[in-house]
């Protein structure tokens, strides 16, 4: 009885916890990339004027996390093109050869 209940105690109880602690952590994590996702669909859809679905692919966050730059594309449409966010003000900009794009965006700033 003493060694079952030691076994729990140190093995068990502390695998469950960290188990629980690595869920919570993924969890939020997954959560808050989702969440980034919605962000830029509503606001590129409101930049573009449109509500059909838009098609997010290569976001990386820049600026430590007030930026994101990505592809985008709507759903009638073949190709992608670039976007930068700032997700402070939730302004888009979809101009590539604008300063602001080229500043966040830019090969130069991803390195």
Do not use: W
């Not at 930026?67 to 449409?77: F, H, K, P, T």
């Amino acid at each position: 009885m003493k060694n079952s209940r030691s076994l729990i105690l140190l093995v068990i109880v502390p695998a469950v916890a960290v188990v629980l602690l690595g869920a919570a952590i993924f969890g939020s994590q997954a959560m808050s990339d989702s969440r980034l996702d919605d962000d830029a669909r509503a606001a590129l859809a409101a930049s573009l004027q449109t509500s059909a679905p838009i098609e997010l692919a290569n976001l990386q966050e820049v600026r430590y996390g007030y930026g994101v730059c990505g592809s985008y594309r709507l759903a009638s449409d073949e190709g992608f093109a670039s976007f930068y966010l700032d997700t402070q003000s939730g302004e888009v900009e979809l101009d590539v050869n604008s300063r602001r794009f080229n500043t966040h965006c830019g090969l130069s700033a991803l390195c």
